[in-house]
């Protein structure tokens, strides 16, 4: 039984420098979500897709993020120029038809921004 | 505004008794509400849920309780294990366009259970 995968785990970069993240979700799964959660928060939404359609953003998802997934299958957020204000865990999750309102998440990625 | 609240950012319990978390809501709209446990470095892994449209449900050792005139809900778990000692995520959820759901989190209570 195959979890929400994502990769990598770790990222540190430099201020300025762009970074993508890989979320592959449950592989029936419909509905694929992208999280952020700082430290001492509880995880925030950012954007969520149905099948390859991005249906919703946050307004917390600034122009310097973008979300992708092809062909519905897996999915990358990319975020561009990087601000220290971005570090932050990212968290996917999906969900299936039958018990949507289930997320079920990933480990996450960590985000350091030097 | 914080639409989901935890007021207790820590809660220790001995093993064997009962573990009482809270959370309160300001959204009547929300339609389920769930329970998320979540390890350091880990991603939130999902416990138990309810509907709006009921006042309790139970799986195992956990049941969830849910007041709407309060607009409060609480997780029970009993006995409580020292396993159990995590990061504990109150979320509400909201219908989105195309009928997916909106998590809205609390700040989350750390749970340690003592030997």
């Known amino acids: 039984d195959t979890g929400v995968s994502q990769d990598p785990r770790h990222k540190i970069t430099k201020r300025g420098q762009n970074v993508t993240f890989r979320c592959d979700p449950i592989s029936e799964h419909n509905r694929l979500y992208w999280y952020r959660q700082t430290l001492g928060q509880g995880p925030e939404f950012l954007t969520y897709f149905q099948n390859e359609a991005q249906l919703e953003k946050s307004r917390l998802l600034s122009d310097r993020f973008s979300a992708e ?30 018990d949507n309102e289930k997320l079920f998440f990933g480990s996450g990625t960590q985000l350091s921004v030097l | 505004d914080q639409q989901v609240k935890q007021n207790s950012p820590s809660l220790s319990v001995q093993e064997g008794r009962i573990s009482i978390l809270n959370c309160d809501y300001t959204n009547s709209m929300f339609d389920y509400f769930l329970w998320y446990k979540k390890y350091p470095a880990e991603g939130p892994t999902f416990l138990i849920s309810i509907s709006s449209i009921k006042d309790k449900n139970e799986d195992g050792r956990f049941t969830v309780f849910l007041n709407k005139s309060a607009k409060h809900l609480s997780l029970h778990i009993v006995p409580s294990q020292p396993g159990d000692s995590a990061v504990y995520f109150c979320a509400a959820s909201a219908i989105l366009t195309g009928g997916g759901n909106k998590l809205t989190f609390g700040t989350g209570t750390q749970l340690k259970v003592e030997l």
């Open chain 1, 69 to 98: 997934r092809p062909k519905g299958s897996f999915s990358t957020l990319e975020i561009q120029r990087t601000e220290q204000g971005d570090s932050a865990m990212y968290l996917c999750a999906s969900s299936s038809r039958k």
